[in-house]
């Protein structure tokens, strides 16, 4: 038998890792953002780091949603994964394949914006 004292110790630490909890759960469900924060692709080439983060509004450079997700609609955020549409060997010719389309969007952003790797190990570090 526990002696009330030990009882009215454990009733308060539950309370109290209780309020902890919500509270943490509230703070981290109001920060959740709409795009995960950090991608990682693994191929052949090595793995490739993408952070929606340095690529976005927050950042400090105007890049929009839809510059990346060309078929996004005003007002969307919720977009289909690239390899919805881009399959590895598309069998249509107007639709680049997943590689292509990665590559071209990345690149030449990079490129014609002076910013970003456009080098094959500096995208490809793992
Ligand atoms: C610089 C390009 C770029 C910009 C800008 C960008 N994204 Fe993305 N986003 C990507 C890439 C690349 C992926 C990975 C797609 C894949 O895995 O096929 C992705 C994935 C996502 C996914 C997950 C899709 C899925 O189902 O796998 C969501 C949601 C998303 N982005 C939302 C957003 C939102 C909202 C914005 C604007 C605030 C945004 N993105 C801006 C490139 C971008
Ligand atoms: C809902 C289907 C769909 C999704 C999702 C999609 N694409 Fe596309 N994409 C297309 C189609 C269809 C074309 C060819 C016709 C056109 O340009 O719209 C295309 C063309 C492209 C092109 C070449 C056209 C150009 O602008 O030079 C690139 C690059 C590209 N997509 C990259 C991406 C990337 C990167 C993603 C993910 C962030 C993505 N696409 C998501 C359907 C899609
Ligand atoms: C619309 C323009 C644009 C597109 C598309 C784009 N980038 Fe970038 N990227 C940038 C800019 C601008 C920076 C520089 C950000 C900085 O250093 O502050 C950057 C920086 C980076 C960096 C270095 C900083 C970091 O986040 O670690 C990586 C890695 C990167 N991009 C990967 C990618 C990949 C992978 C894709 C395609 C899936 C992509 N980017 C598509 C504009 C773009
Ligand atoms: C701006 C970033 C970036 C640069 C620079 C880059 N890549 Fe990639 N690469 C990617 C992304 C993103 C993918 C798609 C990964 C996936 O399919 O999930 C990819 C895919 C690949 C693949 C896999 C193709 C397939 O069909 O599976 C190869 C091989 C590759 N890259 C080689 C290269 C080479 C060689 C260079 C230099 C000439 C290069 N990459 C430069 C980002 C980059």
Same mark, same amino acid.
């Given at each position: 038998? /526990?002696?009330?004292?030990?009882?009215?110790?454990?009733?308060?630490?539950?309370?109290?890792?209780?309020?902890?909890?919500?509270?943490?759960?509230?703070?981290?469900? &109001?920060?959740?953002?709409?795009? $995960?924060?950090?991608?990682?692709?693994?191929?052949?080439?090595? /793995?490739?780091?993408?952070?929606?983060?340095?690529?976005? &509004?927050?950042?400090?450079?105007?890049?929009?949603?839809?510059? #990346?997700?060309?078929?996004?609609?005003?007002?969307?955020? /919720? $977009?289909?994964? #690239?390899?919805?549409?881009?399959?590895?060997?598309?069998?249509?010719?107007?639709? $680049?394949?997943?590689?292509?389309?990665?590559?071209?969007? #990345?690149?030449?952003?990079?490129?014609?914006?002076?910013?970003? $790797?456009? /080098? #094959?190990?500096?995208?490809?570090?793992?």
């Amino acid at each position: 038998m /526990k002696s009330n004292k030990e009882l009215q110790i454990a009733y308060v630490l539950a309370i109290i890792l209780l309020v902890v909890g919500v509270l943490s759960y509230s703070a981290f469900s &109001a920060k959740t953002p709409d795009q $995960p924060v950090r991608l990682m692709f693994k191929c052949v080439a090595g /793995k490739v780091l993408f952070d929606h983060k340095t690529h976005t &509004a927050e950042s400090g450079y105007s890049i929009s949603c839809s510059d #990346c997700h060309h078929n996004l609609e005003e007002g969307e955020t /919720k $977009p289909q994964a #690239c390899g919805e549409c881009h399959e590895a060997k598309s069998q249509d010719e107007d639709m $680049p394949n997943r590689s292509d389309a990665f590559h071209s969007q #990345c690149i030449d952003c990079h490129k014609e914006g002076g910013a970003g $790797p456009e /080098k #094959c190990a500096s995208c490809h570090v793992m």
